[in-house]
T-cell receptor, first 113, second 114 residues
Framework: NAGVTQTPKFQVLKTGQSMTLQCAQD?????MSWYRQDPGMGLRLIHY???????DQGEVPNGYNVSRSTTEDFPLRLLSAAPSQTSVYFC????????????FGPGTRLTVT | AQKVTQAQTEISVVEKEDVTLDCVYE???????LFWYKQPPSGELVFLIR??????QNEISGRYSWNFQKSTSSFNFTITASQVVDSAVYFC???????????FGKGNQVVVIP
């Protein structure tokens, strides 16, 4: 199993550009989520999904869109990048249920200039 | 809403010393789950332990141990006889009952000096 994969590993965008961060998992997990990590802030939840076709907002959803058309994939879209979105982004997945640990991808380091 | 507080931001210790990381949480749920994750300098997040709110037994795994005290809403983590490989950021996290949403603390940066 590849686990949770994320592409790209690094990305530099100019303000106003759009892009999609890709996330895929091969563990047939129902739950998938996106977090951003900023220095001194820990990880904050952006969006999450409890299954194909179902998504919801987390703590910091503004400026991001998600969709979940398959169990395996959960892309994160930045519609119009801003310098405040410079961060490291982690995708995670787990079986449904709060008792399960989440499996994290390797992260995408995004810089918006 | 769930909240996790890790007050110490950076902790430096000399190799072989013990280090304890404090985690204090807030939740209104009666059933909840607490986690610790390690983030080494390479950046990935590594799961260390999960504890549910009904299990207050302390746990030891090698040089790692965890002390869960419901009365003080704390889930502290101790590294005994620290090693350079323990240098990392450690996150405490909380999930409430019925959902997978994790609330993370801000993390403890542990630096082990050889």
């Amino acid at each position: 199993n590849a686990g949770v994969t994320q592409t790209p590993k690094f990305q530099v965008l100019k303000t106003g550009q759009s892009m999609t961060l890709q996330c895929a998992q091969d563990m047939n997990h129902e739950y998938m989520s996106w977090y951003r990590q900023d220095p001194g802030m820990g990880l904050r939840l952006i969006h999450y999904s409890v299954g194909a076709g179902i998504t919801d907002q987390g703590e910091v959803p503004n400026g991001y869109n998600v969709s979940r058309s398959t169990t395996e994939d959960f892309p994160l879209r930045l519609l119009s990048a801003a310098p405040s979105q410079t961060s490291v982004y982690f995708c995670a997945s787990s079986p449904w249920g709060s008792s399960y640990e989440q499996y994290f991808g390797p992260g995408t380091r995004l810089t918006v200039t | 809403a769930q909240k996790v507080t890790q007050a110490q931001t950076e902790i430096s210790v000399v190799e072989k010393e013990d280090v304890t990381l404090d985690c204090v949480y807030e939740t209104r749920d009666t059933t909840y789950y607490l986690f610790w994750y390690k983030q080494p300098p390479s950046g990935e997040l590594v799961f260390l332990i999960r504890r549910n709110s009904f299990d207050e037994q302390n746990e030891i795994s090698g040089r790692y141990s965890w002390n869960f005290q419901k009365s003080t809403s704390s889930f502290n983590f101790t590294i005994t006889a620290s090693q350079v490989v323990d240098s990392a950021v450690y996150f405490c996290a909380l999930a409430g009952d019925g959902n997978n949403r994790l609330a993370f603390g801000k993390g403890n940066q542990v630096v082990v000096i050889p």
